[in-house]
Structures are given as structure tokens and as C-alpha cells.
């Protein structure tokens, strides 16, 4: 069963990329447009507003929100990617600056030890004894 399923998602997914393309579009307004002739020659309102609505719009709508949709998820995934990329660096900088201060005040650890050893070595005694 498992093995159906994933054959099925496969043709899912291979339908959906085909269909998401602006050539499936303008194949979709061809075909919507062969029958367009016949709807015209009614003369009904009510036949060439059908049309347009439910042959034209939806299989030409269809394929063009499709490729919209991707456009946004690719721009959504470029700017997540870029975010990413910043923090990063933003992070690595962080831990640069978190290793410098660690650095500096050790520094400034040992320059207090060797004044406060300084200032007992210079200091006089007050032992009388």
C-alpha cells in the first residue's frame, strides 16, 4: 500500500509541475478557444458568459495561479535563505566579539594580579613586630 501511495504522489507531483507552467496556459486558452466559435454562435448571453467563466477562466486561471504560486514560493525561499545566511553571520560575528571580550578581560584578570602582587611587594609593612 505503501508503495501505491508513493507511485501515486509521483504522478501527482509530475501533473502539478505540468500543469504550474505557462505553456500548459497557453495550451489550456488554444484549447478553451476551439470552442469558442460555437459559444458566439448562440448569440446567448448566458452560453458566451459559461464559456468564459467556466472553459476559458478555469483552465487558463488554473495554470496561471499555479505559476504564481511557485514564483511567491521561490521568492518566499530565496529571502528564508538569505535571512539565514545573515544570521549566520551575524551569529559568527557574535561569537567573534564573545571570544575578544573573553580575551580582553582575561587581559585586564592578569594586569589586576600583577598590580595587586606590585602593590603588596611596595608596600611597607605594618607588622611591628
Not at 507511485?7 to 505553456?23: D, Q, R
Not at 460555437?38 to 499555479?66: D, H, K, Y
Not at 511557485?70 to 545573515?86: P, Y
Request: net charge positive; with cysteine; hydrophobic share 50%.
Amino acid at each position: 500500500m505503501n508503495r501505491i501511495n508513493q507511485a501515486l504522489e509521483n504522478f501527482g507531483g509530475k501533473i502539478t509541475k505540468t500543469v504550474g507552467t505557462m505553456w500548459c496556459a497557453i495550451a489550456f486558452a488554444v484549447l478553451a478557444l476551439v470552442s469558442l466559435p460555437g459559444a458566439m454562435a448562440t448569440g446567448n448571453v448566458v452560453t458566451i458568459v459559461s464559456w468564459i467563466a467556466q472553459t476559458f477562466l478555469q483552465l487558463v486561471l488554473l495554470s496561471v495561479i499555479m505559476v504564481g504560486q511557485d514564483l511567491q514560493s521561490r521568492a518566499m525561499a530565496q529571502q528564508i535563505a538569505e535571512t539565514h545566511e545573515k544570521t549566520l553571520a551575524e551569529f559568527k560575528l557574535a561569537q567573534l566579539d564573545r571570544r575578544r571580550n573573553a580575551e580582553e578581560l582575561a587581559d585586564l584578570k592578569a594586569i589586576a594580579n600583577a598590580l595587586h602582587v606590585e602593590l603588596k611587594r611596595t608596600r611597607p609593612s605594618t607588622d611591628k613586630g
